[in-house]
């Protein structure tokens, strides 16, 4: 298939949501990709941040064959092994008590409303302005952007907005009906904003004066994008409820909530596919290789490179979650495109999220690719 192919089908049979850069991509190895005519990218998004430990990982593409042929889906009618492992494992990497398994970011949110709902009887969540939380319909009713939200109101009532960065804003708007707060530690989607550095944890100070749930949103800055598992830690504070997917399974649609001080009643929530053998298997792999292959501390060192021999384009950022912003981000990543890269862009920020596995010499390339077109 080439580019002119996939297009016309996705014209004719996919529905119109994504607005699609021009390349058609064909398969990835490490840190790269490859288009319908075989030319070589440096992959600069990662899937979102999602591909995390490169692609086609060896030991991931071991995991995949061998739990696909021993089982892939076994429901949660029963036990299954992956899956309890797993549960051990993110319960002892977040500090928290209980897991529950989703199939990507949007579900893990709507778990945490309903988990903060059930634990306090309120029904009120507070969210940030510029916030991405999903587009399933809890969700986007904590997503700010108005072109997202518009179109389906009414949407579930009960959100409102604050500031971000700003935790007065948050004091003014809690009230006795106030469940819970959902905050980004970095704001992806809007463009890569890093609060201060004190806000997590005088938000966590607050909602805990408060008595209100403090989620935190760690889908796209969890599993050691940003140098830690989970960026909260770097404030030293202990959430509520954590929101993870995108990186948690290198590329297998994945996610889960992780939780303390709160937990559901038998038939209160639930899946099909939630938490599958084959999904937890990956995960735990995944897990493993960002430890064994010390990908935390090299996304921190790679990011600290980036952000200092940058920093005349006003980079910003933390670890391998960065931003620059240029005059129109659609034309520069498609200039990306023919020098070479592939990057997503929100508005006119070019976003910087490559696997954890970059070398040097591949944030040498960023680097100039990056003085080129902004």
């Known amino acids: 298939m080439k580019l002119e192919q996939a297009r016309e089908l996705e014209k004719r049979y996919i529905a119109q949501v994504f607005s699609r850069l021009p390349v058609l991509l064909i398969k990835g190895k490490g840190n790269y990709v490859y288009d319908d005519t075989g030319k070589k990218y440096l992959d600069l998004f990662a899937g979102i941040a999602v591909s995390s430990v490169g692609h086609a990982h060896p030991k991931v593409v071991k995991t995949l064959k061998d739990q ?43 778990t945490a409303f309903k988990l903060a709902r059930k634990k306090t009887g309120k ?47 948050l004091r003014d708007a809690i009230t006795d009906e106030t469940a819970a707060m959902i905050v980004e530690p970095i704001q992806g989607e809007a463009g890569v904003v890093v609060p201060d550095a004190d806000y997590l944890r005088m938000v966590r100070e607050l909602t805990s004066e408060k ?13 050691g994008r940003t140098g830690r598992w989970f960026d909260y830690q770097r404030s030293g504070i202990r959430p509520d409820i954590v929101c ?31 938490g599958s053998p084959l999904a937890c298997a990956v995960a735990n792999t995944v897990i493993d290789v960002i430890k064994r292959e010390r990908l935390m501390e090299n996304a921190g060192k790679m990011g600290s490179f980036l952000l200092k021999e940058l920093s005349d384009k006003g980079i ?59």
């Open 68 to 110: 696909a042929s021993k089982l892939m889906h076994s429901s949660n009618w029963v036990y299954s092994e992956p899956q309890l492992e797993l549960a051990e494992t993110l319960v002892k990497i977040t500090g928290m008590e209980r897991v529950f398994y989703t199939n990507d970011g949007s579900g893990a949110v709507e």
């Open 123 to 169: 029904t009120q969540v507070i969210s940030t302005e510029q916030a991405f939380h999903g587009r399933t319909m809890g969700a986007l009713s904590a997503t700010w952007t108005e072109k997202y939200r518009k179109p389906f109101e009414p949407l579930i009532p009960g959100f409102k907005f604050v500031r971000y960065n700003d935790v007065d804003a």
């Open 211 to 223: 008595g209100v749930v403090m989620i935190v949103d760690e889908i796209q800055t969890g599993f």
């Open 244 to 274: 993870m997917a995108k990186g948690i399974a290198g590329g297998f649609p994945m996610g889960a909530v992780a939780y303390r001080g709160m937990d559901f009643e038998t038939g209160q929530h639930g899946g099909t596919f939630n």
């Open 316 to 374: 910003r950022g933390r670890g391998l979650i960065l931003g620059v912003d240029v005059d129109d981000g659609h034309k520069r990543s498609v200039e990306l495109i023919r020098r070479g890269a592939v990057a997503i862009y929100s508005g006119n920020t070019l976003r910087i999220l490559p696997p954890l596995t970059i070398k040097k010499k591949e944030a040498q390339y960023i680097i100039r690719l990056i003085n080129e077109v902004a």
